[in-house]
């Protein structure tokens, strides 16, 4: 269930495929501490 908080965030939570993505994160986290964060945004974005 979402969090009322954050009932006006854009939070995907189904599979859409197709769909044109300005920018896009992915966080890791390792064990000790090792942690990294990935963003890739299109140049036309």
Known sequence: ELDPEFADMPILRQRR????LGAVLSNSF?????????????PDA
């Open 30 to 42: 390792g064990f000790g501490g090792t942690n990294a964060t990935l963003v890739f945004k299109h």
């Open 17 to 20: 495929d197709n769909v044109k």
